[in-house]
């Protein structure tokens, strides 16, 4: 059975420092891992998808890696902002979206 | 249009009431879920329809009924809900399955 799970659980940081965000999967037969953002009582907001056969993706002040054969991606944010604050999830894609347990931030000014 | 909308954004309700929560999509997207969510929780899958077509029923009990009248719209029937039920319930939508998943921005449900 597929588990996902993200380290850190919280993140507390002064603005403009530089984050990774790590998550973990047990079973690396995916399709593809994504990272979602979500606000507290609000829906989630895509922000990266990555096909099991690429190694990242980048948007603006995001990359996300993906290391299948370690069961690993990682989320990195540069140059934080207040706006950043929210929740972030990773999810993996084999025959549905099951998402790990999150990763709480915190962006202070 | 880029997003998913769903009606109402807060409902409640009694554990004898019938009620609906509404999920629409004008992107074209053929793939289109529900969701749960408990506070603090990730959220957990419940069904999936593909081409108008259940595909994935999570094992969900049957007081939760999904109806997709056409591709654009996704209902979730509700009926003899108990107080656990109470949650977040988000619908999402895909081009096709393993595709990019769009959410909406959930309806708050509790179940009194």
């Known amino acids: 059975k597929q588990e996902v799970t993200q380290i850190p659980a919280a993140l507390s940081v002064p603005e403009g420092e530089n984050l990774v965000l790590n998550c973990s999967f047990t079973?690396?037969?995916?399709?593809?891992l994504q990272w979602f953002r979500q606000d507290p009582g609000k829906g989630l907001t895509s922000l990266l998808l990555?096909?099991?056969?690429?190694r990242e993706q980048t948007s603006g002040r995001l990359n996300a890696s993906l290391d299948k054969s370690s069961g690993r991606s990682t989320l990195y944010i540069a140059a934080s902002q207040p706006g950043d604050s929210a929740t972030y999830l990773c999810a993996v894609e084999d025959d549905k979206l099951i998402f790990g347990t999150g990763t709480r931030l915190q962006v202070f000014p | 249009d880029t997003e998913v909308t769903q009606t109402p954004k807060h409902l409640v309700m009694g554990m004898t009431n019938k009620k609906s929560l509404k999920c629409e999509q004008h992107?074209?997207?053929?793939?289109m879920y529900w969701y749960k969510q408990k506070a603090k929780k990730p959220p957990e899958l419940m069904f999936v329809?593909?081409?108008?077509?259940?595909?994935i029923n999570e094992s969900v009990p049957s007081r939760f009924s999904p109806e997709c009248p056409n591709s654009s719209l996704l209902n979730l029937h509700l009926h003899a809900l108990q107080p656990d039920d109470s949650a977040l319930y988000l619908c999402?939508?895909?081009?096709?399955?393993?595709?990019?998943?769009?959410f909406g921005p959930g309806t708050r449900l509790t179940v009194l």
């Open positions: 990555i096909q099991s056969s690429q």
């Open positions: 999402a939508s895909s081009q096709d399955l393993a595709d990019t998943q769009y």
């Open positions: 329809y593909s081409y108008e077509k259940l595909s």
């Open positions: 079973d690396s037969a995916i399709y593809n």
């Open positions: 992107m074209g997207h053929r793939a």
